[in-house]
């Protein structure tokens, strides 16, 4: 008798129909997780706004994706992505859709308004009222004192940000929304809208089984200060890609069928940098010392690049207390930054019989600033 067989990955599955072993073949996996459902503090929420936006600046090149379909990358055409490309949005694009994701809108017209509030701050300097700033005033205030080698006041920030995001930009930002939605979007998320829904009710299943808020915080040692963390589940973001957040207390997260398995990598990932954003402000004089050294002209974005390891070794902490082995979910992984944080992390947890966070950063700094393989990483991470 003739056998068909089919093997996916440790599983092999043989069928006596050649009909049978095709539409296994061909069929998508329905992934799902089961077990008691504890409670994490953790909400997810579908909004329009944030998908055509991030749909709109990944398309044109502004930031990335993985995994999103070719065949859904439509709503702009060619001469208006490369417009876009060449617009201050590909080096303020994550202060555009932070600030997006801080509001509340929901909808196209919602979306439109924050905007509209977003311009009305950087070219009038007009108070917020739609729009939660991603580094609202008080925060600006906070970094400069920290760094004063930033040598601006919120009025020189707001001009750095009107050259950049001029009323042009948003103009050309706000035509390209309107004709993505009514010629592509609008009929796309009347499906799309729904599975991302469908979606969400089992990633909230997902993490009350699992805890990942929980879990990062008993990794790290410290408690999320917010009541709950909001989670916003982003279309183009299939497998991964730019996947941000923004203070204090929202992430946007991944949407393939198998973001039940990873969702725990966005939490670690997104939630940690909130979780452990602080440090910036207490260390900045150790960052500037390092940054003398290694001749690095920006303090403050190399205080984010330590912070990017930093984050990537406990989204790695978390990922083995789930997956049960060691792997790679992140570029910043097995380089020589990374390993000098892992090996400060075991010496601090030796230490104490825990992580102490304020113990380790120390500590990790203090390597950092005499070990030349790592300065040299800094300089170009990989």
Request: with cysteine; aromatic share 10%.
């Given at each position: 008798?003739?056998?068909?067989?089919?093997?996916?990955?440790?599983?092999?599955?043989?069928?006596?129909?050649?009909?049978?072993?095709?539409?296994?073949?061909?069929?998508?996996?329905?992934v799902?997780?089961?077990g008691?459902?504890?409670?994490?503090?953790?909400?997810?929420?579908?909004?329009?706004?944030?998908?055509?936006?991030?749909?709109?600046l990944?398309?044109?090149g502004?930031?990335?994706?993985?995994?999103f379909?070719?065949?859904?990358?439509?709503?702009?055409?060619i001469?208006?992505?490369?417009?876009?490309?060449?617009?201050?949005?590909?080096?303020?694009?994550?202060?555009?859709?932070?600030?997006?994701?801080?509001?509340?809108a929901?909808?196209?017209?919602?979306l439109?308004?924050?905007?509209?509030?977003?311009?009305?701050?950087?070219?009038?300097?007009?108070e917020?009222?739609?729009?939660?700033?991603?580094?609202?005033?008080?925060?600006?205030?906070?970094?400069?004192?920290?760094?004063?080698?930033?040598?601006?006041?919120?009025?020189?920030?707001?001009?750095?940000?009107?050259?950049?995001?001029?009323?042009?930009?948003?103009?050309?930002?706000?035509?390209?929304?309107?004709?993505?939605?009514?010629?592509f979007?609008?009929?796309y998320?009347?499906?799309?809208?729904?599975?991302?829904?469908?979606?969400?009710?089992?990633?909230?299943?997902?993490v009350?089984?699992?805890?990942?808020?929980?879990?990062?915080?008993?990794?790290?040692?410290?408690?999320?200060?917010?009541?709950?963390?909001?989670?916003?589940?982003v279309?183009?973001?299939?497998?991964?890609?730019?996947?941000?957040?923004?203070?204090?207390?929202r992430?946007?997260?991944m949407?393939?069928?198998?973001?039940?398995?990873?969702?725990?990598?966005?939490?670690?990932?997104?939630?940690?940098?909130?979780l452990?954003?602080?440090?910036?402000?207490?260390?900045?004089?150790?960052?500037?010392?390092?940054?003398?050294?290694?001749?690095?002209?920006?303090?403050?974005?190399?205080?984010?690049?330590?912070?990017?390891?930093?984050?990537?070794?406990?989204?790695?902490?978390?990922?083995?207390?789930y997956y049960g082995?060691?792997?790679?979910?992140?570029?910043?992984?097995?380089?020589r930054?990374?390993?000098?944080?892992?090996?400060?992390?075991?010496?601090?947890e030796?230490?104490?019989?825990?992580?102490?966070?304020?113990?380790?950063?120390?500590?990790?700094?203090?390597?950092?600033?005499?070990?030349?393989?790592?300065k040299?990483?800094?300089?170009?991470?990989?």
């Open positions: 008798m003739t056998r068909y067989i089919v093997e996916r990955g440790p599983v092999r599955v043989m069928f006596s129909s050649l009909r049978d072993a095709d539409r296994f073949y061909r069929a998508s996996p329905l799902d997780i089961e008691e459902e504890k409670g994490d503090r953790i909400v997810f929420k579908v909004r329009l706004a944030d998908n055509i936006l991030n749909h709109v990944v398309i044109s502004i930031n990335y994706t993985v995994g379909p070719l065949e859904f990358a439509r709503g702009v055409d001469e208006t992505r490369a417009k876009l490309y060449s617009s201050g949005l590909r080096e303020e694009w994550w202060f555009v859709a932070a600030s997006v994701l801080g509001s509340e929901d909808n196209l017209d919602e439109l308004e924050v905007l509209a509030d977003l311009e009305a701050v950087i070219h009038e300097g007009a917020p009222s739609k729009v939660r700033l991603a580094i609202p005033r008080e925060r600006f205030e906070k970094i400069v004192e920290a760094y004063p080698e930033f040598n601006a006041t919120w009025d020189s920030y707001l001009e750095k940000k009107r050259k950049r995001l001029s009323r042009e930009t948003f103009r050309l930002l706000e035509k390209t929304l309107r004709n993505c939605y009514r010629s979007y609008e009929k998320w009347e499906r799309r809208g729904k599975e991302l829904r469908k979606l969400s009710v089992k990633l909230k299943k997902a009350d089984i699992m805890q990942p808020l929980k879990t990062l915080e008993d990794t790290v040692g410290r408690r999320f200060k917010a009541d709950e963390l909001k989670v916003f589940p279309d183009v973001f299939r497998t991964g890609g730019g996947v941000f957040g923004v203070d204090p207390d992430i946007v997260c949407t393939s069928p198998s973001a039940v398995l990873d969702i725990h990598l966005d939490i670690a990932h997104e939630a940690g940098h909130i452990i954003g602080d440090w910036r402000i207490r260390y900045a004089d150790k960052v500037r010392e390092l940054a003398k050294d290694i001749e690095y002209s920006d303090t403050y974005k190399l205080a984010y690049i330590i912070e990017e390891h930093v984050v990537a070794l406990i989204q790695f902490k978390v990922d083995l207390k082995e060691k792997r790679i979910t992140h570029g910043f992984m097995g380089n930054v990374f390993n000098l944080a892992d090996e400060a992390w075991r010496e601090i030796n230490q104490y019989g825990r992580l102490v966070f304020d113990e380790f950063i120390e500590l990790f700094l203090e390597k950092l600033a005499v070990d030349k393989e790592a040299q990483t800094l300089l170009k991470p990989t």
